[in-house]
Structures are given as structure tokens and as C-alpha cells.
């Protein structure tokens, strides 16, 4: 593995920070979910800036509207805009669904989609979990049954983050109900403004209103929208998900929650003197310091593998786990280190970080369930990476 990025790499980021401290709202402290009220108007002007720079998709090929700059760059991309809370990435078209299309799609599918995606231009969500398959994925029960050059799918999906604002949907689809689970569903493109779609909203605990459930009352959808072959679903939708969890965002997500901490433990007084003089607050600052450099280390040598061609399965898998639970253990350290007041949520003149840690001390449970959880991560490591016998 290569340790250090390129000088092209380094350039690129520094051009990043520097635009996004210019381009974000004054005063932005960020906001977690692109799809909430507060901060979609955030993300919509802030990717059309990004995509009119050939950033939001610049580690794609040029011949699918990229910049041809390869997986590590667009990791750097993912680590700044977490690192600056920047709203506007499009994380379902430009980090899941577009590399799918280049390995799976039709000619069709690809002129159709990518180069919207690289625009900004159409947002998507992800039709997988329904109220009974969310680990067991394969046990999902939305069906698609074939008429003439239509397939009509019926049934619900759940957690579907930004389906409210999404154009469109992929999602996963039972077409023969007699095969083996994993043998008869479809990788389908639903238009979201097809009739017989309808979207309920799910607020989560933090007060966002990011997923939703969404409802399929006989949808018609084109045979020209499967991607892949029909019954095989399965495997572009595990090929789907291995770049969903590949992404070094929670490493940038992690180094910021841990700067802002610091920052306040600097800052903040006790019997006169800083947080951060008692040793034990230091030790604390110190372990999950350095946890995030194993954490970035561990996501860049996802990248780097990508760049050379291979497809992570594991290795994913390690970094999701490993990144996504750094983010809980460092807001837990937030919360000890920092106190009672850091319990207040933003708008108490008490509150600590204007209440980003209180927030994020919530949000942290649910990077370690979406994309698969912990739990299935660890089953994937302990089988694909060990080698252990399965129990
Ligand atoms: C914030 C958020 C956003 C989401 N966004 C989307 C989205 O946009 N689109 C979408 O399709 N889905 C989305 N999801 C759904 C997510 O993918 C599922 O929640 C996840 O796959 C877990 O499934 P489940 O909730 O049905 O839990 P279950 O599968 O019921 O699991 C419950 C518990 O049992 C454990 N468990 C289950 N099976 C095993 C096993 N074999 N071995 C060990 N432990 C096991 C799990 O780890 C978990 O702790 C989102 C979820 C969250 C929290």
C-alpha cells in the first residue's frame, strides 16, 4: 500500500477546503442529514457548485462524466466534505448507484443516468430494507410480476433515507416467488414520480426527518429499468453494497467530532485551569486520536485496493465497523470529558458546542446499523476476511 497521496491528490484537497470555507453559510456548524428541512436548500446550491467543478464525481472514468481521478481522490472528497459538514453530495448516485451502473448497467442505463448523477441533477434512494428484511435481506417481499414490457411492482420499503426528495429509486424486488430467496429478485429503477408511489414520513430520534416509508400500489415500471439480469438481482445489489460501505466519511466525520471536542476541553475551565490539563482527560483525547488514524488508515487502503482494481469484501466491512463505532466512542468521550452541559441542545446559552455533541451523541447509533449492522459486519470479517467456520 501507498502511504502518501500524490501532489495532484494534495492539490485537490487544499482546492476543496478552500472552497468549501468560502461557499458554506456563515457560521455553518453543519448538519447531519442533507434531507432535512434545515439544510436541503444548503445541499442543492452546494452540489450544483461542486458538480459544475467536475468534484462530485471526479474519481469517476471521463467516458461516464468523471474526471478520471480514480478512488482515492474521491475518498479525499468524501473525508473534506464530512471534515466541513458540507452538505450536497448525492451519497446513493455518485457513491453507490453510479459504480454499479458501470459494472452492471445497459449503454442505455449509463447515457441515462450518469450523467445526471455527475450533474446533480437527479437525486436517488435506496429501496432495499422492508418492514420484515433488514439484515435477512434476501427475505424481502416487495413483488414485480411481468406484463408485457412493464413489470408492476407492489409492496413497501422502510428506512428509505431522502426518499421525500429523491427522483428516483433503486430498489431490490421479489419477480419469481418459487425460486430459492436469494435467486428470484430483481435490481430495478423506479422513477419516484411514477404513479402509485407514496412516501410517508419517519422523524429519528435526534428530530430529523431523513428516511421514510415508502408505499408501491401496483407501479408500473419499464423491463428496460432492470439492471443486470432478472432473478440475479442479488449480486448487483451485493456489489451495490460494498461501495456503500467503503466510504472514508465516517473517518472524516470522526477527526471533526474530536477536533471540536478538544477544542472545547482546551477551552473550557475547571478550578481555573483546562480540561485538558487533568491527565486523564488527555489520555482519553490521546487513545481516540490515535483510533482515527487507524480508522483513516484502514479507509484510504480501501480506496487504494479500488484504484487497483480489486473489489473489496472484508476489508469494507473492517473499515465500516471500525469507523462508524469510533464515531459513538468518541462522542461517549465527548459527553465524559465534557459533562452535564454538553446533554444541552443547541439554543441553551449553556449548551456545549452550541449542542453539535448532544446531536451527534444520538446520531452515532445509526451509522452502525444502516448499510449493515455491526453485528453482520462482524459475521462478513469473521467468514470472508478469518476464514472461520460459519456457526
Ligand atoms: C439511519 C438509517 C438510515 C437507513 N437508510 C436506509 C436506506 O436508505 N435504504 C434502505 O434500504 N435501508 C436503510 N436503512 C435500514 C438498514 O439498512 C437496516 O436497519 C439494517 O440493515 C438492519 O436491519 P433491521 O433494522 O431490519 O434490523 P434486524 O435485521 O432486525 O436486526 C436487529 C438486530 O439483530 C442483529 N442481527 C440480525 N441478524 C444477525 C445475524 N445474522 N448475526 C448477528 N446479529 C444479527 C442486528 O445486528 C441488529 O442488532 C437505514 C437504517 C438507519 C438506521
Known sequence: MEFSFTNEEQTFREDLRAFLR???PRGWTGGREDWDNDV?????QMRKKLA?????????PREYSGMGAGPVAQAI???EMLYHRAPGRDQFGLRMLGPTLMLFGTEEQKREHLPRIAKGERLWCQGYSEPGAGSDLASL????TRDGDDYVVSGSKT???????????????RTDPAAPKHKGITFLLMDMRSPGVSVRPLVNMVGDHAFNQVFFDDVRVPCTNVVGETNRGWYVAMALLSFERSGVEHVGAARR???????AARETLRD???????????HKLAERAVETQVARALAYRVAWLQSKGQVPAYESSVSKVFGTELNQRIANTGMQVLGLHAQLEKGSPRAVLDGVLRSYYLYTVAPTLYAGSSEVQRNIIADKGLGLPRA
Open 22 to 24: 468560502n461557499e458554506l
Open 40 to 44: 436541503f436548500p444548503v445541499a442543492q
Open 52 to 60: 459544475a467543478r467536475g468534484w462530485l464525481t471526479m474519481g469517476w
Open 77 to 79: 472528497f468524501g473525508e
Open 141 to 144: 417481499q416487495t413483488r414485480a
Open 159 to 173: 428506512w428509505t433515507t431522502g426518499a421525500h426528495r429523491a427522483d428516483w429509486m433503486f430498489l431490490l424486488a
Open 257 to 263: 467530532l474530536l477536533d471540536d471536542i478538544t477544542r
Open 272 to 282: 481555573g485551569r483546562p480540561l485538558t490539563a487533568d491527565p486523564i482527560v488527555r
